[in-house]
């Protein structure tokens, strides 16, 4: 069984910059296409970006150009670059494969002030 650490998250005005991480325990989990996902409150999960084992990146429309998804294949890690934040980034964050597993980790927190 795998086991995903997220971190990074945190309370960070309009405008700021975060970057997370996520560590997966087992290397033979992140040969996957790897992804970052989101739920705000009361939403469902939604994926925000993903990127495969050879480094191709694709996003959802609403954080083109803001986020940035890259990996460590040899850190077992996934990273996401957030710029330009909004309020509606306000989300727990979490890492998985695309398709997902049931290995959710506990994710991380972000939340962005107006």
């Known amino acids: 069984q795998v086991q995903l650490v997220e971190s990074g998250g945190g309370l960070v005005q309009a405008g700021g910059s975060l970057r997370l991480s996520c560590v997966a325990s087992?290397?033979?989990?992140?040969?996957?296409?790897m992804a970052w996902y989101r739920q705000a409150p009361g939403k469902q999960r939604e994926l925000v970006a993903s990127?495969?084992?050879?480094?191709?990146?694709n996003y959802v429309d609403s954080v083109k150009g803001r986020f940035t998804i890259s990996r460590d294949n040899a850190k077992n890690t996934v990273y996401l670059q957030m710029n330009s934040l909004k309020p509606e980034d306000t989300a727990v964050y979490h890492c998985?494969?695309?398709?997902?597993?049931?290995?959710w980790g506990q994710g991380t927190q972000v939340t962005v002030s107006s």
């Open positions: 087992r290397r033979d989990f992140t040969y996957n296409t």
């Open positions: 990127i495969s084992w050879g480094g191709g990146s």
């Open positions: 998985n494969t695309v398709p997902s597993v049931p290995s």
